[in-house]
């Protein structure tokens, strides 16, 4: 059974840092590119990230570049998200999935739980 846990999630303030962890298990985490995707409350899914199976490529929404980093541990299972200046609108749940950044969206079979993220002063 494929199985993936969201960790790392809180209340932080505007210009904060948190740092998301996945725990992938039930599948080969190194033969998958990995995503991150947020969803915002009353707002659909938007994909955040994501990087290539062997973490050496990444990809990131407009809204994220330059203030998140994603990245893999292959040897732990672990996704990671570090999200760094963090703004209000950064407030979301967010989701570790698995697959292909374009079709991600699509598949909610292959999100795991989420994480809440909430910044606000």
């Known amino acids: 059974e494929v199985q993936l846990v969201e960790s790392g999630g809180g209340m932080v303030q505007p210009g904060g840092s948190l740092r998301l962890s996945c725990t992938a298990s039930?599948?080969?985490?190194?033969?998958?590119?990995m995503n991150w995707v947020r969803q915002a409350p009353g707002k659909g899914p938007e994909w955040v990230s994501a990087?290539?199976?062997?973490?050496?490529?990444?990809y990131y929404a407009d809204s994220v570049k330059g203030r998140f980093t994603i990245s893999r541990d292959n040897a732990k299972d672990t996704l990671y998200l570090q999200m760094n200046s963090l703004k209000p609108e950064d407030t979301a749940l967010y989701y570790c999935?698995?697959?292909?950044?374009?079709?991600?969206?699509?598949?909610?079979?292959?999100w795991g739980q989420g994480t809440q993220v909430t910044v606000s002063s």
């Open positions: 039930g599948f080969t985490f190194s033969s998958y590119d």
């Open positions: 999935a698995r697959g292909l950044r374009a079709l991600v969206i699509t598949r909610r079979n292959d």
């Open positions: 990087i290539n199976s062997g973490g050496g490529t990444t």
